[in-house]
């Protein structure tokens, strides 16, 4: 149980355009979902906190305007990353607090690549 | 903030035998948990162990152990009878019970199995 799907799980992209991720927790509702970024050999980096039915909180450094988060529901958080450009290349995973225990679950993450 | 630090960038472990992976972090709070998560090539994190720092008793799940030492803010993980597929991304991570359910991760230790 409390499973996240997150889709796409890889995804390239011309530079300039948007890309929308997304992360639905499949069996339980997911009030707030995590937004990690990973480049190779590292570790996750918490770029935002998306709470459903308000607006989410960017970690220092994060540009709001070019990484979109939005929750509208309790089983759907989306990332979109627009006018991406190569720099913006990366692993994202989100995660969702476990629903009936203390702990986390994580999407299969995604891999974005911008030519 | 908190921070955790893995010292070890990289072990390596003959099959069969056991490996020790070390995880020190710093904090102020009293009530905290601790995991470590698994990340192998496929990229999906999956949970290994979690401790509940008021519980004394180290947490085990088979053949995955933790040494927990609260007062030196320690949480070392044990791994007996290494297997080809324990080789992964080991990262640390501490959960503040304050900060709304924030993870902050550990650099990671990359763990080869020889065989």
């Known amino acids: 149980g409390a499973v996240v799907s997150q889709h796409p799980s890889w995804v390239i992209c011309k530079s300039g355009t948007s890309v929308k991720i997304e992360c639905r927790s499949l069996?339980?509702?997911?009030?707030?979902m995590f937004w990690y970024r990973q480049f190779p050999k590292q570790s996750l980096m918490l770029m935002a906190t998306?709470?459903?039915?308000?607006?989410?909180?960017?970690e220092q450094g994060v540009e709001k305007d070019k990484f979109l988060i939005n929750h509208a529901s309790l089983t759907l958080s989306t990332l979109t990353v627009t006018s991406a450009h190569p720099e913006d290349s990366s692993f994202y995973i989100c995660?969702?607090?476990?629903?009936?225990?203390?702990?986390?679950?994580f999407g299969s993450g995604t891999r974005l690549t911008v030519v | 903030a908190q921070t955790v630090t893995q010292s070890q960038p990289e072990m390596s472990v003959q099959e069969a035998e056991t490996v020790t992976l070390s995880c020190t972090y710093d904090?102020?709070?009293?009530?905290?948990?601790l995991f470590w998560y698994k990340q192998p090539p496929s990229r999906q994190m999956i949970l290994v162990i979690r401790?509940?720092?008021?519980?004394?008793q180290n947490a085990t799940e088979n053949r995955f152990s933790v040494n927990f030492q609260k007062a030196a803010k320690s949480f070392s993980l044990k791994i007996s009878d290494s297997q080809l597929g324990d080789a992964a991304m080991y990262f640390c991570?501490?959960?503040?019970?304050?900060?709304?359910?924030?993870?902050?991760f550990g650099t990671g230790t990359s763990l080869t199995v020889i065989p």
């Open positions: 995660s969702a607090p476990l629903p009936r225990d203390y702990g986390y679950t």
């Open positions: 401790q509940e720092a008021y519980k004394q």
């Open positions: 991570a501490y959960a503040s019970l304050n900060t709304g359910n924030q993870f902050y």
């Open positions: 904090t102020s709070e009293s009530d905290y948990y």
């Open positions: 069996d339980f509702q997911a009030t707030t």
């Open positions: 998306s709470n459903e039915g308000s607006k989410a909180t960017y």
